[in-house]
């Protein structure tokens, strides 16, 4: 398994920005897939952005507003926010599932999430 920590979450303004920052350890993250997602209400997280070390996929409403980046080397996974809008309010988690060849197993590994609040 992998151990995931967020950070740079915090409170910003409409159109602000944020970078978060997801420091992995106990396991080279090459041969994961990494993902972001956010709870916004009750307790299912949505994904926001995948990456397959490769590839990043997107959902729709953050598509040239969020970037996410990927260091193996350090083991870091950062997901810069920009244009930043009430509806991104949320806690945002980052999570690891094994590459299988070319698509992603199950998301089994979690970190604590970092709380993302824009007002």
């Known amino acids: 398994d992998v151990q995931l920590v967020e950070s740079g979450g915090g409170s910003v303004r409409p159109g602000g920005s944020l970078r978060l920052s997801c420091q992995a350890s106990?396991?080279?993250?090459?041969?994961?897939?990494i993902g972001w997602f956010r709870r916004t209400a009750g307790t299912k997280r949505d994904p926001v952005a995948i990456d397959k070390d490769g590839p990043t996929v997107y959902i729709e409403s953050v598509k040239g507003r969020f970037t996410l980046s990927r260091d193996n080397d350090r083991n870091i996974v950062d997901l810069q926010m920009n244009a930043l809008q009430v509806e991104d309010t949320a806690m945002y988690y980052c999570?690891?599932?094994?590459?299988?060849?070319?698509?992603?197993?199950?998301?089994?590994?979690w970190g604590q999430g970092t709380q993302v609040t824009v007002s």
């Open positions: 106990g396991q080279t993250i090459s041969d994961y897939c």
């Open positions: 999570a690891a599932a094994r590459l299988l060849g070319a698509v992603c197993g199950e998301f089994r590994d």
